[in-house]
């Protein structure tokens, strides 16, 4: 059960509500986050919601048996919108592009591709300044200084940063400089860093694991929530399976069932999801059709010279093409006119 309370609870309430709850015989956690005050009441029996939601104090009183409560569609119908601030949301029903190299390299690489993004109407750029690698030898990104130097660029475009963090002792120091947490799929299970992002006002992209289930990375999105962030996106990244013709298999599956099980944004990422440059956009673009409420795309002014995960990064010319499809793409499925997709269609070479 959730109880959802009022913004303004006295304590007096919150005393006679907390005391109800364990009258009942429930295990009772209070969260407190940016835009909400709940209590999450664990029942052993049925309970009467009536005799709760009568109390002062009390807004609504919700029955919600999934073993995830706060990021569950049972208790909170409307979608969830995440709010950037200058007029950039990421909102079901529509299609945020987030796009930018794996890694983080330098100031002329970031102007470019922040040049490029702005052309072509990219609110949203992506990159690692801690990058997560599998060998030891490989470049492990350009560290805090190089966030701050990108951080400036991207203001100077009008472009909000995603980025990826990687432990808690790294949360201080990024968060001046950056829009959105990204937790990699390495770290969709590291319960300590997820539970101290709850306490950062930060919106929160979570990558599901890489051998996770649909309920595990939900899972991980409730230890942020419950922590006290309630601004929080999922992103289906693909999951390692037996195939090995492309780096993993992306569960497009995963997107209407998160869509129906979770009230949260849900975000595509084609580039790890199959990891061959080459069938990124049939996927991105299959990805909307599934539903998907955004991209998140890897671009670099020169993939061969990527200092990480060039196989899977697309060119300015290839990601223009994608970004003109998407858009189309997204019309068709969002059922709007399609007057001018023919121009579109000529735009991107049909």
Request: proline share 3%; glycine share 10%; with cysteine.
């Amino acid at each position: 059960m959730i109880v959802q309370c009022h913004q303004d609870l006295s304590r007096e309430e919150y005393e006679r509500v907390y005391k109800k709850l364990e009258e009942f015989g429930c295990q009772v956690t209070e969260v407190v986050t940016q835009l909400g005050h709940y209590f999450v009441a664990l029942a052993k029996r049925d309970i009467d919601i009536r005799r709760v939601g009568h109390l002062d104090g009390v807004a609504d009183v919700h029955r919600v048996s999934d073993s995830y409560k706060l990021v569950s569609r049972k208790w909170k119908v409307d979608p969830t919108s995440v709010d950037l601030g200058d007029g950039v949301v990421i909102q079901s029903g529509g299609l945020s592009l987030m796009a930018g190299p794996c890694s983080i390299e330098g100031e002329e690489q970031v102007r470019a591709v922040a040049a490029h993004l702005k052309a072509h109407g990219v609110s949203i750029m992506r990159g690692g300044v801690y990058k997560p690698r599998t060998s030891p030898y490989s470049f492990r990104g350009v560290g805090l200084d190089g966030l701050k130097m990108w951080s400036a660029c991207a203001k100077e475009f009008g472009l909000k940063i995603i980025s990826e963090v990687l432990a808690v002792e790294q949360i201080e120091g990024m968060a001046e400089y950056v829009d959105i947490f990204q937790v990699g799929a390495r770290n969709a299970q590291n319960f300590s860093l997820l539970h101290e992002l709850g306490q950062v006002d930060k919106p929160v992209l979570i990558k599901r694991g890489m051998s996770s289930t649909i309920e595990e990375l939900l899972q991980s999105a409730e230890y942020v929530f419950s922590s006290g962030n309630e601004k929080l996106m999922l992103c289906e990244r693909g999951i390692r399976t037996f195939e090995r013709a492309y780096r993993n298999t992306l569960d497009l599956n995963a997107v209407p069932v998160l869509k129906e099980k979770s009230h949260l944004p849900v975000i595509v990422d084609p580039s790890h999801g199959i990891g061959v440059r080459r069938f990124v956009e049939p996927m991105a673009l299959a990805g909307i059709i599934a539903g998907c409420d955004g991209l998140l795309v890897e671009i670099s002014p020169s993939p061969e010279a990527a200092l990480s995960d060039g196989d899977q990064t697309l060119d300015f010319r290839e990601s223009a093409n994608l970004f003109e499809k998407a858009k189309v793409v997204h019309r068709l499925r969002e059922g709007e006119s399609l007057q001018g997709v023919d121009e579109a269609r000529a735009r991107i070479g049909g």
